[in-house]
């Protein structure tokens, strides 16, 4: 039941984003960041969101609140969201555009170390 609870709120918060409202999807995500911290989806989203929108330097910012939580955490950034520091720094294309929650698997974190 997790796992599908887990997936209607991504899926909401990236309806919320899409048609416009962008505040609300980041309250439910932040609340979602304080049950999950390590949930790297709940990161991605708002900072496709950011930047989509032109604002690449907060979606860096909200890269660097994942990788200092998850590093406190014991845990490293995974793929995902390293690809998607890589595409925000060299100003690419963000993954794909039609639902990014979907095509993103939930990798789990790897603990520092491994």
Same mark, same amino acid.
């Given at each position: 039941?997790?796992?599908? @609870?887990?997936? =209607?709120?991504?899926?909401?918060?990236?309806?919320?984003?899409?048609?416009?409202?962008?505040?609300?999807?980041?309250?439910?995500? #932040?609340?979602?960041?304080?049950?999950?911290?390590?949930?790297?989806?709940?990161?991605?989203?708002?900072? #496709?969101?950011?930047?989509? *929108?032109?604002?690449?330097?907060? =979606?860096? *910012?909200?890269? +660097? +609140? =994942?990788?200092? @939580?998850? *590093?406190?955490?014991?845990?490293?950034?995974?793929?995902?969201? @390293?690809?998607?520091?890589?595409?925000?720094?060299?100003?690419? +294309?963000?993954?794909?555009?039609?639902?990014?929650?979907?095509?993103? #698997?939930?990798?789990?974190?790897?603990?520092?170390?491994?």
């Amino acid at each position: 039941m997790h796992g599908h @609870r887990r997936r =209607a709120v991504l899926d909401l918060a990236e309806i919320l984003i899409r048609i416009g409202k962008r505040t609300e999807a980041e309250d439910l995500l #932040r609340q979602r960041l304080m049950e999950r911290p390590e949930d790297e989806t709940a990161y991605m989203l708002p900072m #496709r969101a950011l930047y989509l *929108a032109g604002d690449g330097s907060t =979606a860096l *910012a909200v890269y +660097q +609140q =994942a990788y200092r @939580r998850l *590093a406190t955490s014991g845990l490293r950034l995974g793929p995902q969201l @390293r690809a998607a520091h890589y595409a925000i720094l060299n100003h690419q +294309q963000f993954a794909d555009q039609v639902g990014i929650s979907r095509l993103i #698997r939930p990798w789990p974190p790897i603990p520092v170390g491994a």
